[in-house]
């Protein structure tokens, strides 16, 4: 669904605004100030497609305040479906006054139709509201909920899911997934099985109860002894009962004479009674008729003086009314008299801030011309400490020069010292080696066997064996530090050649340095001799490249507020004149405000006072139309009934019940009085007949009460015997028919028990079928979502759904935790920052329209509204969800909703709101 054109009549702060999307670019932004009426336009939207606006029942309220009540509201709605293009009309309907002065509401209707190619025109689709409702509902492929949950993005709902429990997950997924169906399964099957449960529980105990204390092969045995006792007394009992009932129809023949010869005495007696009444029932009945009569006429005497009253108090009503709106024109003609002095004091404001503006950029001038003065002698300050530490570097090269030269003229020394040492230690090794060689061979010398060097027969003085040293060892030590002399002398004469080579660049800084800072001459040629001075050399003359530049800088700002010094004599005035100016601008929309709001006040009250006096004038003229059609019934109900005139007939006025009592009363009399007429002609025994039946029925009462003594004793033995044989039949029964019920009960309910064990947790997961079926749906929208949470985030966190989570009696399997890539661990949702918790719900927001899109065939998600949610989000994270929105626009149409200035910069395309506190808002279009 994309929009092509929104017209709106009358609804909420808009009088009549067209908004046409072909002139927006496919993502937009609407502005305006709080309360403009931004969220209206996607509720209109909501409105015409589905007849109540996102978030409200009562369509009613969508209807402006600025309308009159007769004036009529809808919402026109063009937009594009799958290729073809659609239109819809929606009116909300008037308020009208009825007869009896409620006021009433008119039925809103509705107008749906495509647009035929070949034609090219509109064709409507017949039908009534409800039908054409569910032809849009079906074509989109949505409900209103899942509308206003998808297309217009709940912000919201996401953030409160992120950071919610299970369970609260679980209501929330409740409302964005179509999952009802499967949570009633689960909440009926543990319905049922609850129930189950408490009935097996209950059987169990019973039927434990009646097991206690009952043997019952006893009990059979006892059971079948008092069938046999039973059986006799019934038959003995037989006997005395036939004994009765002869005696029975003798009593009840000799009862009905006794009985008809005591009513002939009574009526007799009942006659005469009623007799001594007859006069007083006649005029009683002749009272309620004449009552009858006269009531029509009191009950329409009645209603003219109640109307008679109201009249009065209308009259009296609209006069007060008509005070009222008298006052209010003449305060309307004096808003109207001050409007060209309110318009002058526009104008003055708008020339105050005018005014005030440059004011303050002379303002912001000689503070950057101070700062930039400051810095230039902060510089200066800089370069001459810097010559000062250089002129002592300077001072210090000679010094190290010197203490070099000496460093390598100790070190020549000691190289020579070495070299000699090293020389001795190759003679001694020369000569150590003859004389062990000689002490060898004299070992081997024996008298009188000639010497094989000298030929001697004897041996007076053999050499001997010196002490053997590590010649080799201690040679290679003095050549070790022979050569870490050399390294030493050499490293030395490197340092003095390296500040040489420096020599020339330092001394042409320092010549600049003279000229910036006024430094004195430095005539002494230096030698240099450390790496750090030539650090020292280039931070100097980068200070002296920042100099030249402040300098400029400042040249620069002196030049600029000498410009608007011109302009304002008055420089030194700038903060008192700042001043002034801005407590007049503010005294002047002061009472602008003050103005505006009274004249508002003034015309509300004017139409609501004028709306009220129309209304009582139609109330006053159709209570004298009541009073004259009352009159002529009161006057033919006076002759219908035989009275000359009211008050004759308000002579017998008398309530229904009580009328209805008198008629009763007398009726009843009457009918009493002839039945007993006739009666006493039927009776054929006389009232002195009473005596003798009544001697004969006492000897029959008496035999009677004998035999009756009788029976009641045989009944007492039978009902004991019957009542021991049915508490043991009654006990044998009830355990068989309570075990054969706790059996059918189990077996009945094997499939209900198992279903809920599966459905509610007690499975192998240890999670809720309908948990599991929303953790599908969530783990799908999060796959999606991770790609977005991705990028939004720079790489660094992505959705992570907790699955074996255990414990506790909640939802389980619906958890989210955020994967860390910066810490290679796993964050809690709650410690993300407001920015971050904005770039996770919008990342679940936009993958759960793809995950309905790619689910439902039928639907194209071909726009996407958001209400906010980009306030509290710094700079990169508002271009990283432009990114993202950017890629979506190119298959839908994006529209947001945002007082950010940074969107409004990057978003060329917007719908503007402007409010006014005297009237409605106004809609324009932009495109930067």
């Not at 009534?128 to 509308?147: M, N």
Request: with cysteine; hydrophobic share 35%; aromatic share 6%.
């Amino acid at each position: 669904m994309k929009p092509v054109k929104l017209h709106l009549k009358n609804i909420g702060p808009f009088l009549d605004e067209t908004i046409d999307f072909t002139q927006l670019k496919n993502m937009f932004l609407i502005t305006g100030k709080t309360g403009s009426g931004k969220t209206t336009i996607f509720d209109a939207i909501t409105f015409a497609l589905y007849g109540s606006a996102s978030g409200r029942n009562d369509t009613f309220k969508l209807k402006s305040d600025y309308a009159a009540n007769e004036e009529e509201a809808f919402v026109d709605y063009e937009f594009i479906l799958n290729s073809c293009k659609y239109r819809v009309v929606r009116n909300i309907g008037v308020t009208y006054t009825g007869r009896d002065g409620t006021i009433k509401n008119k039925q809103n209707t509705m107008e749906f139709y495509a647009w035929d190619n070949s034609k090219q025109q509109y064709q409507m689709f017949p039908g009534k509201v409800a039908e054409l409702t569910a032809k849009v509902t079906e074509l989109i492929g949505l409900s209103k909920d899942e509308f206003t949950k998808i297309v217009v993005l709940p912000q919201g709902a996401f953030q409160s899911f992120l950071k919610s429990t299970s369970d609260k997950k679980s209501e929330t997924l409740k409302k964005l997934f179509p999952i009802e169906l499967y949570s009633e399964i689960c909440r009926k099957s543990w319905e049922m099985a609850k129930d189950v449960k408490q009935k097996i529980t209950i059987k169990e105990k019973l039927l434990e109860e009646a097991e206690n204390d009952f043997n019952v092969q006893e009990k059979q045995k006892e059971l079948s002894e008092l069938h046999k006792q039973s059986d006799n007394l019934k038959k003995e009992k037989n006997q005395i009962q036939e004994e009765l009932q002869k005696l029975a129809s003798q009593k009840e023949n000799i009862n009905q004479k006794i009985s008809l010869a005591q009513k002939a005495a009574r009526l007799v007696e009942l006659k005469k009674q009623l007799e001594s009444d007859l006069e007083e029932h006649k005029l009683i009945k002749e009272k309620a008729e004449n009552a009858e009569r006269a009531m029509e006429v009191i009950l329409y005497s009645d209603s003219l003086v109640e109307l008679s009253k109201k009249q009065a108090e209308t009259e009296k009503l609209l006069e007060s009314k008509n005070k009222i709106k008298n006052q209010l024109e003449k305060e309307s003609k004096e808003i109207e008299l001050k409007s060209q002095e309110i318009e002058q004091i526009r104008q003055n404001i708008e020339i105050q801030k005018e005014k005030k503006s440059k004011v303050d950029f002379a303002q912001t001038l000689l503070t950057k011309k101070k700062t930039d003065e400051q810095n230039l002698e902060n510089s200066k300050i800089q370069l001459i400490k810097n010559a000062t530490v250089l002129d002592s570097l300077f001072t210090k090269s000679l010094d190290i020069v010197e203490n070099n030269g000496a460093i390598i003229e100790t070190l020549s020394q000691q190289k020579n010292e070495w070299e000699n040492q090293l020389e001795n230690l190759e003679h001694q090794k020369e000569l150590n080696l003859i004389t062990n060689t000689a002490a060898t061979l004299s070992a081997t010398l024996k008298n009188n066997e000639p010497c094989p060097v000298c030929g001697s027969l004897t041996h007076p003085q053999k050499a001997k064996y010196e002490e053997k040293k590590n010649f080799e060892q201690l040679i290679k030590e003095i050549q070790i530090k022979i050569e870490q002399t050399e390294k030493n002398i050499d490293r030395a004469v490197k340092e003095i050649q390296n500040i040489k080579d420096t020599n020339k660049n330092a001394e042409e800084i320092l010549t600049k340095a003279r000229n910036f800072a006024d430094k004195k001459s430095f005539n002494q040629q230096i030698e240099f001799s450390t790496g750090i001075y030539t650090q020292k050399i280039m931070d100097f003359s980068a200070l002296i490249s920042d100099f030249s530049n402040k300098q400029k800088i400042a040249e620069d700002s002196r030049e600029s507020y000498s410009k608007i010094a011109e302009e304002f004599e008055f420089t030194e005035n700038l903060l008192e004149l700042n001043k002034q100016l801005e407590d007049s601008i503010n005294n002047d929309s002061k009472l602008l405000l003050e103005f505006d709001l009274k004249s508002k006040e003034i015309y509300q009250n004017l139409t609501k006072v004028s709306v009220e006096v129309e209304e009582n004038k139609k109330s006053l003229a159709l209570i004298k139309e009541d009073i004259f059609t009352l009159e002529q019934k009161i006057k033919e109900s006076l002759l219908q009934n035989n009275f000359k005139n009211s008050e004759e007939a308000q002579q017998y006025k008398m309530e229904r019940s009580q009328i209805e009592f008198y008629k009763q009363k007398a009726q009843k009399f009457f009918t009493s009085y002839d039945q007993v007429k006739v009666q006493i002609q039927t009776i054929e025994i006389s009232p002195e007949d009473l005596e003798k039946h009544t001697a004969e029925l006492n000897i029959i009462l008496e035999k009677e009460k004998q035999t009756e003594n009788k029976l009641k004793q045989l009944d007492l033995e039978i009902a004991e015997s019957s009542g021991k044989m049915e508490v043991i039949y009654f006990k044998l029964q009830n355990i068989l028919k309570q075990k054969n019920e706790l059996q059918e009960l189990q077996d009945n309910n094997q499939d209900v028990l198992r279903l809920d064990m599966d459905l509610n947790g007690s499975n192998s997961k240890k999670i809720t079928f309908d948990s599991w079926l929303m953790g599908t749906f969530l783990d799908e929208v999060i796959e999606k979502a991770n790609i977005r949470f991705k990028h939004i985030s720079g790489k660094r966190y992505q959705f992570v759904l907790v699955t074996d989570k255990e414990g506790g009696r909640g939802k389980k399997g619906l958890d989210l935790e955020i994967m860390d890539t910066w810490t290679g661990k796993k964050r809690q949702t709650e410690s993300l920052s407001g920015g971050e918790t904005f770039e996770a719900s919008i990342s679940l927001a936009l993958a759960l329209t793809d995950v309905v899109q790619e689910k439902s065939g039928g639907v194209r998600l071909d726009s996407l509204f958001i209400d906010e949610g980009f306030g509290t989000l710094d700079s990169e994270v508002i271009y990283k969800a432009i990114n993202i929105l950017d890629q979506i626009r190119e298959e839908r149409t994006v529209g947001i909703i945002s007082h950010v200035e940074l969107l409004e910069k990057e978003i060329k395309s917007h719908i503007n709101v402007t409010s006014s506190l005297q009237g409605p808002s106004k809609i324009t279009i932009e495109n930067l």
